[in-house]
Every structure is written in C-alpha cells, then in structure tokens.
C-alpha cells in the first residue's frame, strides 16, 4: 500500500498505527452510495426506542458545549490519518439533554441517505467521542459527513457514522448497514476487527 497516498509510519508514530494500517498522505473520502445534501437550516436529529423521543434542531445542538479535538482516525480499509483535528459536542454532554432507559444497551447509529451502523452503549458513551461539525477548523465538508457526523476515535470508522441524524437506542444488538453485510460486529482496530467471523473475520 505505501506509495502516492499511503506511507509507513515513522518509528515515533509506529505506537500510534494498528496492525495492518498504513498512514494516509491526505484524507480520503470512502462513501457508499449517494452523499446527501443537508443544509444546516433543514438538518434535524431525532432519538427514539428505549428513550423518550426527541427531536433537536442544529440551533439546539450548537447551544451545548463545544470542544477541540485532537485524535487518530482508522479506517477498515486499512489506511489511519494521525492527529486530525475536529471541533464538536462531546457525546456525553449531549446525552444531558435526553431521557434514555436503563434497559437501553446497544444504539443504532441513522443517518441521512439510509446508512446505518450500530454500537454498545459501552463504546457509545465514551468521554473521548463526540458529534463533530468542524474539520481542521473548517466547516465538516459534505464529504466528509457535513454538516454532522458522529467520531468515536477507538473504532473503526465505519462506526463514525457521517451525516448522522438519529440515535435509536435498544434493548439488543441489531446490526447496521456494514455489520449485516460482512463488516465486524464492534470494529476495534488494535484487534484487527475488520469483518465478522463468518466472513472470515
């Protein structure tokens, strides 16, 4: 993979690259599907299942806290960009402004265009993860999952769903999009979680 795009890492960045990744030039777009088109206007984000049902406008979202963030980010198609910076919500500080059910253990992840993706509460409700809408000080490009995405720096980021719109909290697992179509249940890149087992994961 090294080469126009890709390189190792150096020996001070080796600790900070997974098994099998290599470092990314730039900052490549892996989209599936259409890349829908979301004003910040129009965009709204919804909760619901094993939660009492919401729904917030971005004047909402942008009223809460926000913070600079500094983190790796890793990717199943084995490429990892170190030290990229974002501006977001802190997942936690959002979760102050919902009701969600003590039964609730797994969230599915929706987002604008049908895209799916789903997560333990476990690795949901980290400190270190948030709602992003800025990328190295720039509004977050469509591309990119503008004008939202959600980041959750220690999976892969699949689980970092771009153009997110909703959390549906549940009670089980269910799987998303990549899960049901061969992807890793959970995605920890350190375990090299890229595809499930019956996919020779």
Same mark, same amino acid.
């Given at each position: 993979?090294?080469?126009? /795009?890709?390189?190792?890492?150096?020996?001070?960045?080796?600790? $900070?690259?997974?098994?099998?990744?290599?470092?990314?030039?730039? /900052?490549?777009?892996?989209?599936?599907?259409?890349?829908?088109?979301?004003?910040?206007?129009?965009?709204?984000?919804?909760?619901?299942?094993?939660?009492?049902?919401?729904?917030?406008?971005?004047?909402?979202?942008?009223?809460?806290?926000? #913070?600079?963030?500094?983190?790796?980010?890793?990717?199943?198609? $084995?490429?990892? *960009?170190?030290?990229?910076?974002?501006?977001?919500?802190?997942?936690?500080?959002?979760?102050?402004?919902?009701?969600?059910?003590?039964?609730?253990?797994?969230?599915?992840? #929706?987002?604008?265009?049908?895209?799916?993706?789903?997560?333990?509460?476990?690795? /949901?409700?980290?400190? !270190?993860?948030?709602?992003?809408? *800025?990328?190295?000080?720039?509004?977050?490009?469509?591309? #990119?999952?503008?004008?939202? $995405?959600?980041?959750?720096? #220690?999976?892969?980021?699949?689980?970092?769903?771009?153009?997110?719109?909703?959390?549906?909290?549940?009670?089980?697992?269910?799987?998303? /999009?990549?899960? $049901?179509?061969?992807?890793?249940?959970?995605?920890?890149?350190?375990? !090299? !979680?890229?595809?499930?087992?019956?996919?020779?994961?």
């Amino acid at each position: 993979m090294p080469g126009k /795009f890709f390189q190792k890492p150096n020996e001070e960045e080796s600790d $900070r690259v997974p098994p099998g990744q290599h470092l990314a030039k730039g /900052f490549p777009v892996l989209t599936y599907g259409a890349t829908p088109q979301v004003s910040t206007e129009e965009w709204e984000f919804k909760v619901w299942g094993l939660a009492k049902p919401a729904v917030f406008t971005w004047s909402d979202l942008m009223a809460l806290p926000q #913070h600079e963030f500094t983190a790796d980010f890793h990717c199943v198609t $084995r490429w990892s *960009k170190l030290n990229v910076k974002w501006t977001g919500i802190k997942v936690t500080d959002f979760l102050s402004l919902i009701e969600v059910d003590s039964q609730a253990e797994h969230v599915m992840e #929706h987002c604008y265009g049908g895209y799916t993706t789903n997560i333990s509460m476990k690795d /949901f409700v980290r400190e !270190e993860n948030f709602f992003a809408f *800025k990328l190295f000080d720039e509004p977050l490009a469509t591309e #990119h999952g503008g004008p939202m $995405r959600l980041v959750v720096p #220690h999976l892969y980021a699949w689980k970092s769903a771009k153009w997110i719109n909703g959390l549906e909290f549940l009670g089980r697992e269910e799987l998303g /999009f990549w899960e $049901r179509n061969g992807y890793h249940r959970r995605g920890e890149p350190w375990a !090299e !979680e890229r595809y499930s087992s019956a996919f020779g994961g």
